[in-house]
């Protein structure tokens, strides 16, 4: 998969968005873009779709950047348990723009059952399971929560990265980023303290640092056919073993046990794979390592995914302890 005169390598990319409401909101939730007022300009130029209304929910911007990507076919599958309001012919008209085919599923149904951490993140595992059975080599697999903004700029980070990490069984991982008001810049959703890059597994890459970050969820990952068929394999494995095999390791153990029943559940779906097949690297606790620049140890602008919902960044306080007020330049360190 490589980049050529501005045109994708990708024959097919397959989206897979859970979009769930809460049962006590009528519309389509407060998100509102109205709220980001004081994201600096550029941030604004780079995430948000022209011509899509600011005050309208994050799913909106989400599909606008999907529509742009210029990949010659994508399919979008909304998971959902109530019929989002939108106007998908305008994303479509859009993505023909840009030379691609647009294609909207949506599936309605009720919640999965919150009792099980892994049932949060199954509803979209039978279409990414038929959906690897019968792709090209060069088809990509990106799931996302409703609120995060996937754009070009992740896409040329994956793109360069990735034929290189997968040469050892990696692939570029990602970063959920959110703007912090108070401190008029960006911050990590998921990192809750700074890592040492000499006491991680980390790969030295073109000027770029992979680490193996304390905290490796995202709530999203983009993959090729080949990692898409180890995450399958995972699934199946998972249904076939008792779950708590895994969850007894003692890594793993002492990674979750502080974390809530959504966060468990896109464990599920980023470190099953890892921990169910064999893995060519020993040690690593993700194979989805993010990409830090060598000689400043800012992440990669193409990591960086932003959780256009900012709930972890919205708070009065800036306390450091907390997720969602970590800066990007302090989230590694020699």
């Known amino acids: 998969m490589v980049e050529r005169n501005n045109v994708v390598d990708v024959h097919n990319l397959n989206v897979y968005i859970t979009h769930w409401v809460k049962p006590n909101k009528k519309t389509l939730g407060r998100m509102l873009f109205a709220e980001f007022s004081e994201i600096a300009e550029h941030c604004v130029e780079r995430f948000q779709g022209v011509g899509v209304p600011r005050q309208s929910h994050p799913i909106q911007h989400v599909l606008w950047n999907i529509s742009t990507l210029g990949i010659p076919r994508t399919v979008v599958n909304i998971f959902c348990n109530t019929e989002p309001q939108l106007d998908l012919l305008l994303f479509s008209e859009r993505a023909r723009f840009y030379g691609t085919e647009l294609i909207f599923n949506l599936v309605v149904s009720k919640p999965p059952d919150l009792s099980d951490p892994f049932s949060l993140t199954t509803l979209y595992k039978s279409k990414f399971s038929e959906d690897s059975a019968n792709a090209s080599s060069n088809d990509l697999f990106l799931y996302l929560e409703h609120d995060q903004i996937f754009d070009r700029v992740n896409l040329n980070y994956f793109l360069k990265f990735a034929p290189k990490l997968s040469k050892i069984g990696l692939r570029p991982g990602f970063l959920r980023v959110e703007w912090h008001a108070l401190q008029k810049s960006w911050v990590s959703t998921d990192q809750s303290r700074t890592t040492s890059i000499s006491s991680v597994p980390n790969i030295e890459l073109d000027g770029y640092t992979f680490v193996d970050l304390a905290s490796p969820y995202s709530g999203m990952f983009l993959v090729d056919l080949e990692h898409a068929k180890m995450i399958h394999q995972a699934h199946e494995n998972a249904t076939l073993r008792n779950i708590n ?28 794979h890892h921990y169910l097949n064999d893995s060519p690297i020993a040690n690593w606790f993700s194979s989805h390592p993010v990409g830090f620049a060598s000689n400043s140890l800012r992440p990669h602008p193409g990591a960086c995914i932003w959780h256009a919902s900012n709930n972890y960044a919205k708070r009065r306080v800036f306390r450091k302890d907390k997720y969602g007020s970590l800066l990007l330049n302090e989230i590694c360190y020699e």
């Open 245 to 272: 095999t895994l969850m007894n390791r003692s890594e793993v153990q002492d990674y979750v046990s502080s974390l809530g029943t959504a966060e468990k559940s896109a464990i599920g779906s980023r470190l099953l």
